[in-house]
């Protein structure tokens, strides 16, 4: 069986490599238990990272840090999913560079907005989570072949709207003639982002029902970090927004 029209970060794995044997079958305790590990370790990354540079002393590493540390985690999303019988060692080393990219870049906007803007960001997160699971199991939204083509489109589309500010950014048009559309760019990420997760739980219950084998846990579970990581970054956004606009 083939799972077509998954999250980015799952779309190496097929099912059809693999032969299945009942009592070593992925299940949802063990999908969401990979999860939370995977969480936690982004999270103590973070906040060691968060108290161990400042941007008065350490802004080389900072800078370095950002740069190096997406990369690193966006290599090991590849291959999780090109090998995902490595996936353990691999979620995990995406899982430590995410929360060191995390921990810097929440740094760098409670420096810029208030600390306060990282604690809504994180309560946003996991509140939006609570939500999407609840449409979910509910059925009150239903994962179909159309919603999962919007949704990719719209992804699309977002790509090419943040290349689009890149270009006025590195062309020197003036931040004022493009704030407004930066601004309902955040809006339509958070969005996006949130109703993702609906896609995410959708592959994970069509591959615990399909009988998959039990090490796509860690790939699963990260695709689901995947997503709940870019919310947080979009959420962390959107309430740098709001903050600066009090001021």
């Known amino acids: 069986m083939r799972i077509r029209g ?5 779309r190496f794995i097929e099912q059809d490599a693999y032969g299945y044997d009942d009592s070593m079958s992925a299940t949802y305790a063990g999908v969401a238990t990979k999860t939370g590990v995977l969480l936690g370790i982004i999270a103590v990354i973070a906040l060691y990272s968060s108290y161990t540079f400042s941007f008065s002393q350490s802004m080389g590493m900072i800078i370095t840090g950002l740069i190096v540390a997406p990369i690193v985690a966006i290599i090991a999303v590849i291959i999780t999913h090109r090998r995902p019988e490595i996936a353990i060692f691999t979620t995990i080393i995406y899982a430590i560079a995410e929360g060191l990219f995390l921990g810097l870049i929440s740094t760098f906007f409670a ?16 509140g939006v989570l609570a939500g999407m699971l609840f449409l979910y199991s509910t059925g009150i939204i239903r994962v179909g072949p159309f919603f999962r083509r919007l949704m990719f489109s719209m992804l699309i589309g977002l790509l090419f709207s943040g290349l689009i500010l890149f270009v006025l950014a590195i ?18 990420s958070v ?7 609906l896609i995410d739980f959708d592959t994970i219950t069509n ?41």
């Open 111 to 126: 420096y810029q907005f208030g600390g306060e803007i990282v604690q809504m960001a994180l309560l946003g997160t996991f």
């Open 6 to 10: 998954k999250n980015p970060a799952l």
């Open 191 to 197: 969005i996006v982002s949130s109703l993702f997760l």
């Open 207 to 247: 591959y615990v029902d399909g009988g998959a084998p039990k090490e796509l846990e860690w790939a699963l579970s990260l695709g689901l970090v995947v997503t709940i990581v870019w919310i947080y970054i979009e959420l962390l956004r959107l309430f740098a927004i709001l903050a600066n606009r009090r001021r």
């Open 171 to 188: 062309t020197g048009v003036a931040w004022e003639s493009f704030y407004d559309f930066y601004v309902a760019i955040v809006v339509i």
